[in-house]
């Protein structure tokens, strides 16, 4: 069963009530009224701190959900039109581009971030391939000690 998730207050919305069969054309947001959610074949349960980036199909951040502030530093200004991995200095951006070519979930890497203050922040970063003909990619971002 097809479920939901808002990349922006991570709302989770199980695919039961009238949404059957509407998957290219994604709805809003009943929570926050965010524009798009995010479609995921398998559930996700996000970390309270997670916070997400959407990504078009060249890793470029579209949006910043709620909590990347605060991981980062960067509001979403800072962030959109730019390349994810090198916006964030991620350790490794391998991980983005297996999730992006293949088409496969990446779950539980052990990355390292610059914030915007440039203090290295080791995060937990999973990866979430688009599945409609733009092929983007959702990145979500989680603090880990
Ligand atoms: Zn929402």
Known sequence: MPVFIC?????????????????????????CGFGF?????????????TGFVVCDQET??????????????????????????????????????VAREWGVRRLGEQLELRTRAGLVKPVLVDLFPAYDEDGGLLVALSSRS
Request: charged residues 25%; contains cysteine; hydrophobic residues 35%.
């Open 37 to 49: 959610l995010f479609q995921l074949l398998e559930d996700y349960y996000p970390a309270p701190s």
């Open 60 to 97: 470029r951040v579209l949006a910043v959900g709620r909590g990347v502030f605060e991981l980062t530093g960067f509001r979403e200004g800072d962030l959109l039109g730019r390349e994810v991995g090198a916006a964030l200095h991620l350790s490794d951006t391998e991980p983005l581009e």
């Open 7 to 31: 990349p922006n207050c991570r709302e989770r919305t199980v695919d039961v009530d009238g949404y059957e069969g509407f998957t290219t054309n994604v709805p809003q947001c009943r929570s």
